[in-house]
């Protein structure tokens, strides 16, 4: 059972253009939600969160949108740079699943690439 | 220069041999959690941490050992029970932020194949 969903496998945009990224989840129990950018063969790095009693949140060049009705979670990037082509991964969880812990359930991630 | 390391990058062992990974963070955080990534997949948790001495299975834990003898070290031990072992694994650990919430910060990852 996939919690959380990133349906698009690949995303390919142009530079300067704007990157968009989905992700959709079930569980309505998900509060905070993440995302992370990731290369190869190295470790994710946090890029931006957002909790449940907001719909956006910024910062610099990337901005993602919350739906709650929808289940559903975007993540603008504007305008694209080469440097940001990587796989992204969002991530939802419950901070009251586990206290001092938290549990993130990861989407399959999403290859971006920039073209210049 | 705070961060999490993990050692080695790259691991090779026999069918049939335990491996230990190993992971160390110098942030000062209390939880910590070990993933596993495999191709055209998510992160899926194997195990975590709250604090010393004390640890929980994840989604993932067949196979599996772990142990948290101190803050800042958190080993995994992939063992022979694992029935597909060959994976990148992830360290992570998270300290609670003002509103209960807060990232992971990730080590670079060990990539372990299993011949």
């Known amino acids: 059972d996939q919690q959380v969903k990133q349906n698009s496998p690949s995303l390919s945009v142009q530079e300067g253009r704007i990157s968009i990224l989905n992700c959709d989840y079930t569980?309505?129990?998900?509060?905070?939600f993440l995302w992370y950018k990731k290369y190869p063969a190295e470790g994710p790095t946090f890029l931006i969160s957002i909790s449940s009693i907001k719909d956006k949140n910024e910062d610099g060049r990337f901005t993602v949108f919350l739906n709650k009705s929808a289940k559903h979670l975007s993540l603008h990037i504007v305008p694209s740079q080469p440097g940001d082509s990587a796989v992204y991964f969002c991530a939802a969880s419950n901070k009251l699943i586990i206290q001092g812990a938290q549990k993130l359930v990861f989407g399959q991630g999403t290859r971006l690439t920039i073209n210049p | 220069d705070g961060g999490i390391t993990q050692s080695p990058k790259y691991l090779f062992r026999k069918e049939g041999q335990n491996v230990t990974l190993s992971c160390e963070q110098n942030l000062n955080h209390d939880a910590m959690y070990w993933y596993r990534q495999d191709p055209g997949q998510g992160l899926r948790l194997i195990y975590y941490?709250?604090?010393?001495?004390?640890?929980q299975k994840g989604d993932i834990a067949e196979g599996y050992s772990v142990s948290r003898e101190k803050k800042e070290s958190f080993p995994l031990t992939v063992t022979s029970a694992q029935k597909n072992p060959t994976a990148f694994y992830l360290c992570?650990?998270?300290?609670?932020?003002?509103?209960?919430?807060?990232?992971?910060?990730f080590g670079p990852g060990t990539r372990l194949t299993v011949l």
């Open positions: 569980n309505s129990m998900f509060d905070y």
């Open positions: 992570a650990s998270s300290t609670p932020g003002v509103a209960g919430y807060n990232e992971q910060f």
């Open positions: 941490s709250q604090i010393v001495n004390d640890f």
